[in-house]
């Protein structure tokens, strides 16, 4: 499941913490993220968020998804 969402022509770079530079998922796509322990978690609505696993950064999906990772 994984290496098929990492071969994905949407697929985008890793989105870091611009708090503490931690990786806030593996990969980003279109249709959700997945996450630092490989959990695949997708985007069910627009008020979903992104939680930095180090600092408790929150960051909203849709920032996440547009490349744009300042915390709420």
């Known amino acids: 499941m994984v290496a098929e969402m990492s071969v994905s022509p949407s697929a985008m770079p890793a989105p870091r913490c611009t708090e503490c ?22 985007f069910r609505r627009e008020t979903d968020f992104v939680l930095c696993e180090r600092c408790l950064a ?3 999906v849709e920032d996440v998804r547009d490349g744009l990772s300042r915390p709420v």
């Open 21 to 42: 530079g931690s990786p806030l998922a593996v990969r980003v796509l279109a249709e959700g993220v997945v996450t630092v322990g490989d959990l695949s978690v997708p």
């Open 58 to 60: 929150t960051f909203r």
